[in-house]
């Protein structure tokens, strides 16, 4: 089969309808299912439009004197509105035709149209495996006649959008078909590609992007034939927001999620009167000044059009202007940086071990890959913002744990006004000969009873896009749903809207944005009992509860 390519850019718009025949069903991962779950409570009220739920917010407020702890349990009461009906959504990425880019698309399709194909080890079926929303389950409670507990997918927690409904297009500085940049990619099987080429083929060229040589580097220049003209971050802004409200019109779409999922930038310098205010911002943005970068104006671009923006790269592109700026606008945003293969894992042992009294003394990290990305990390500026977002990740577990870590000493400088941390190295090389096929190493040295020693290592191979691709799909699905709820506080009447910073995306994140003057909470299973609780809440239900207490009574 072949498709003429459009001459134009078409920045991807809807995808064709299919007249391929899958030979297998769906995958449960990729099923669509009705709205089967309901909560009869005097806490929880449906109506056609809304859910509205009571939830009290329990904690403790904990005051200490002369070492001495007093605790205060607390209930907050709340309510939660969340508008049931899933508007037409699209997905603008930024990076369109890159691996994750263009991977997304196809693996929509094939999931869309029910696209088999034939792999060595036999007929593959397309599937959403990877994604939390789509392919984990939340448990909910027992099944009385059995004592059973049961689960149900968390994606029918609360209304979604489903994957395959997405609308996608975004920009890219390269202008390669979208056809033609799933092939240079190399990520998916050949028979896969051989079949959904057509329908790439009509997704067209990604729209011109910004680009700026001193934020990525300099071995990305031949790609770059597909950009804005010209010098003005003004014109380039007011660009792209026109950009995105054509998008929207010419779809009809009801929401559209901004993503950034191109190359990993330099950090941006933060210099008071350029990027510390929201009005400086902007300013900043109309006199052209050169610590602007692509992913902050475009990140600009669309909270200024109401529109919410998630980071999917390590650089800080949420300056604290651009953090104003979406809290003035009321405009969501969220990331920083997809967490898919060796923080993810390191969130999780790092936790364990600190958890069971183990001080980890040392954690080296080495990475090599060959995709484009491991390509513009190979130069020191960009490596550097991927080294800070994978160095965090074990801040918050060693602050909780000040039996194994000195805390950090008042009026002191450097180490010392940290505290003690274990030493921690991360290491990225490009190896173009591996592809998309990451290797992740990683040693944990740490101190165990009486001055004994305990060595872990982990060797980790992974598919890079493949992992993160999925992500990409549960960050745009949560963004989306997060903007359909609101809540109330006691002694509010209006409904408002959650917050600017969207800090429930964390899970999915390397380097959390959490609203400013709280701590970023980085224990990978903290995130996901935070993500459980708060969908749960938002039906009515308490959060979870490993108790078991019919377990342990008579």
Same mark, same amino acid.
């Given at each position: 089969?072949?498709?003429?390519?459009?001459?134009?850019?078409?920045?991807?718009?809807?995808?064709?309808?299919?007249?391929?025949?899958?030979?297998?069903?769906?995958?449960?991962?990729?099923?669509?299912?009705?709205?089967?779950?309901?909560?009869?409570?005097?806490?929880?009220?449906?109506?056609?439009?809304?859910?509205?739920?009571?939830?009290?917010?329990?904690?403790?407020?904990?005051?200490?004197?002369?070492?001495?702890?007093?605790?205060?349990?607390?209930?907050?009461?709340?309510?939660?509105?969340?508008?049931?009906?899933?508007?037409?959504?699209?997905?603008?990425?930024?990076?369109?035709?890159?691996?994750?880019?263009?991977?997304?698309?196809?693996?929509?399709?094939?999931?869309?149209?029910?696209?088999?194909?034939?792999?060595?080890?036999?007929?593959?079926?397309?599937?959403?495996?990877?994604?939390?929303?789509?392919?984990?389950?939340?448990?909910?409670?027992?099944?009385?006649?059995?004592?059973?507990?049961?689960?149900?997918?968390?994606?029918?927690?609360?209304?979604?959008?489903?994957?395959?409904? $997405?609308?996608?297009?975004?920009?890219?500085?390269?202008?390669?078909?979208?056809?033609?940049?799933?092939?240079?990619?190399?990520?998916?099987?050949?028979?896969?590609?051989?079949?959904?080429?057509?329908?790439?083929?009509?997704?067209? %060229?990604?729209?011109?992007?910004?680009?700026?040589?001193?934020?990525?580097?300099?071995?990305?220049?031949?790609?770059?034939?597909?950009?804005?003209?010209?010098?003005?971050?003004?014109?380039?802004?007011?660009?792209?927001?026109?950009?995105?409200?054509?998008?929207?019109?010419?779809?009809?779409?009801? %929401?559209?999620?901004?993503?950034?999922?191109?190359?990993?930038?330099?950090?941006?310098?933060?210099?008071?009167?350029?990027?510390?205010?929201?009005?400086?911002?902007?300013?900043?943005?109309?006199?052209?000044?050169?610590?602007?970068?692509?992913?902050? $104006?475009?990140?600009?671009?669309?909270?200024?059009?109401?529109?919410?923006?998630?980071?999917?790269?390590?650089?800080?592109?949420?300056?604290?202007?651009?953090?104003?700026?979406?809290?003035?606008?009321?405009?969501?945003?969220?990331?920083?940086?997809?967490?898919?293969?060796?923080?993810?894992?390191?969130?999780?042992?790092?936790?364990? $071990?600190?958890?069971?009294?183990?001080?980890?003394?040392?954690?080296?990290?080495?990475?090599?890959?060959?995709?484009?990305?491991?390509?513009?990390?190979?130069?020191?500026?960009?490596?550097?913002?991927?080294?800070?977002?994978?160095?965090?990740?074990?801040?918050?577990?060693?602050?909780?744990?000040?039996?194994?870590?000195?805390?950090?000493?008042?009026?002191?400088?450097?180490?010392?006004?940290?505290?003690?941390?274990?030493?921690?190295?991360?290491?990225?090389?490009?190896?173009?000969?591996?592809?998309?096929?990451?290797?992740?190493?990683?040693?944990?040295?740490?101190?165990?009873?009486?001055?004994?020693?305990?060595?872990?290592?982990?060797?980790?191979?992974?598919?890079?896009?493949?992992?993160?691709?999925?992500?990409?799909?549960?960050?745009?699905?949560?963004?989306?749903?997060?903007? %359909?709820?609101?809540?109330?506080?006691?002694?509010?009447?209006?409904?408002?809207?959650?917050?600017?910073?969207?800090?429930?995306?964390?899970?999915?994140?390397?380097?959390?944005?959490?609203?400013?003057?709280?701590?970023?909470?980085?224990?990978?299973?903290?995130?996901?009992?935070?993500?459980?609780?708060? $969908?749960?809440?938002?039906?009515?239900?308490?959060?979870?509860?490993?108790?078991?207490?019919?377990?342990?009574?008579?």
């Amino acid at each position: 089969m072949s498709t003429q390519l459009p001459a134009t850019n078409s920045s991807g718009y809807n995808t064709p309808n299919s007249e391929l025949e899958s030979i297998v069903p769906v995958h449960p991962t990729a099923v669509r299912r009705p709205n089967y779950i309901t909560v009869q409570s005097e806490n929880t009220v449906y109506t056609d439009d809304h859910i509205t739920a009571k939830y009290f917010n329990r904690g403790a407020d904990v005051v200490v004197s002369d070492g001495q702890f007093t605790i205060l349990p607390t209930a907050k009461p709340y309510e939660f509105q969340t508008t049931r009906k899933v508007g037409k959504t699209g997905l603008m990425m930024i990076g369109l035709g890159g691996n994750n880019g263009s991977t997304l698309c196809a693996t929509i399709i094939a999931n869309k149209h029910q696209i088999a194909w034939h792999t060595k080890e036999g007929i593959q079926q397309p599937n959403y495996i990877g994604s939390v929303l789509r392919a984990s389950t939340v448990r909910i409670g027992t099944e009385p006649s059995t004592g059973k507990e049961v689960h149900v997918p968390i994606s029918d927690v609360l209304p979604m959008v489903h994957p395959n409904d $997405l609308v996608l297009g975004g920009w890219d500085i390269s202008g390669l078909p979208m056809d033609k940049a799933m092939e240079r990619a190399k990520v998916l099987d050949y028979d896969l590609q051989r079949q959904v080429k057509p329908h790439m083929a009509l997704l067209g %060229r990604p729209l011109p992007s910004i680009y700026y040589p001193d934020f990525i580097a300099a071995n990305q220049e031949a790609r770059a034939d597909n950009v804005v003209p010209g010098t003005d971050k003004q014109v380039h802004l007011e660009h792209v927001r026109a950009d995105i409200r054509r998008f929207k019109a010419e779809n009809q779409l009801d %929401r559209v999620v901004v993503f950034w999922t191109a190359n990993t930038e330099r950090y941006s310098d933060i210099i008071p009167g350029v990027n510390d205010t929201a009005d400086n911002v902007l300013a900043a943005i109309k006199n052209s000044h050169s610590e602007v970068s692509p992913s902050t $104006l475009f990140a600009v671009a669309a909270i200024l059009e109401g529109e919410p923006f998630v980071n999917g790269a390590p650089q800080n592109t949420f300056v604290p202007g651009v953090i104003a700026l979406a809290e003035r606008e009321k405009s969501f945003i969220g990331g920083d940086d997809l967490k898919s293969g060796q923080t993810k894992l390191k969130s999780v042992l790092a936790e364990f $071990l600190v958890n069971a009294g183990i001080k980890p003394l040392s954690i080296a990290s080495y990475n090599h890959l060959g995709n484009n990305d491991g390509h513009n990390l190979s130069a020191e500026p960009q490596f550097k913002s991927k080294e800070i977002s994978k160095s965090s990740v074990v801040d918050d577990m060693v602050d909780a744990n000040r039996l194994l870590y000195k805390p950090p000493v008042l009026g002191a400088t450097g180490k010392a006004a940290k505290g003690e941390h274990p030493d921690h190295i991360v290491v990225i090389k490009y190896v173009p000969a591996v592809g998309d096929s990451k290797r992740a190493i990683d040693e944990y040295y740490s101190e165990i009873f009486c001055g004994g020693r305990q060595t872990i290592n982990i060797f980790n191979e992974c598919e890079d896009s493949l992992l993160a691709t999925p992500l990409i799909l549960d960050l745009t699905i949560l963004t989306e749903l997060l903007t %359909r709820v609101k809540y109330r506080g006691e002694g509010q009447t209006d409904f408002a809207p959650l917050h600017a910073v969207l800090s429930l995306l964390s899970y999915m994140c390397k380097a959390p944005l959490v609203k400013p003057g709280t701590d970023v909470v980085n224990s990978l299973g903290r995130q996901r009992n935070a993500l459980e609780s708060f $969908l749960k809440a938002c039906i009515g239900l308490e959060g979870n509860s490993d108790l078991l207490l019919e377990t342990r009574i008579w």
